[in-house]
């Protein structure tokens, strides 16, 4: 196994509404599309803690914690931000902020690119974003971008699949191009739809 290229960008962000059954199976919508993907933040909080006993370290754990994502993009659109942040367009394409609005459920799909070219591609298949602050500079001598940057919180689906004999609730599908194991087909699909793991589910 030789050594994995190196990540050097991000590009091709796009969220898909979800909507879960009763048995918690997950549907999502067409997706949408997010241009000019700045930067992409994604921080699982996991932590690995020790238990010492008999005068040393016994025993060890791992757990995930929050899982928090922020994304940074040249400008969010009216639209962009009625989809993603559940408030309302009128008849005149003017956005209301409701107080009692609420975020959707959203899946976001994002690819990493590497030095040799190939690319890491991401789906975070449950969670929902939060308003963003907005800071407005006057221009001066020289040209200061504001951007906008949106944060959200993540979790894991309601629906167990099984693989190998053991039940997974995903929160997050990952694949490699370098991978010799990917499927081509698998990649040049990957923003059509949140991709979700190939197995039968259970509940």
Known sequence: MGVTATRIGCDNAVVAKLT?????????????????????SVNPNASLDTLFFDDGPGDTAATTGKI??????????????AYILGHTLDANEVLIYGANDVPVWLALG???????GTYIYVWLLKGKFSDPETQNETKG?????????IKGQFVKLNKGYTIGGKTI????????EENEGTLPATLASWFTTPVLPAATATV
Not at 22 to 39: F, H, M, N, Q, R
Not at 110 to 116: C, D, E, G, H, T
Not at 141 to 148: E, G, H, L, R, V
Request: glycine share 6%.
């Open 20 to 40: 879960e059954g009763v048995d918690g199976t997950p549907t999502y919508s067409e997706v949408l599309a997010l241009p000019g993907l700045i930067k992409m």
């Open 68 to 81: 928090e994502v922020e994304f940074e993009k040249n400008a969010l659109s009216i639209a962009e931000k």
């Open 110 to 116: 994002f690819r990493s690119l590497k030095a040799n």
């Open 141 to 149: 001598d020289s040209i200061s971008f504001q951007t906008d940057t």
């Open 169 to 176: 609730k995903p929160y997050k599908m990952e694949a490699d």
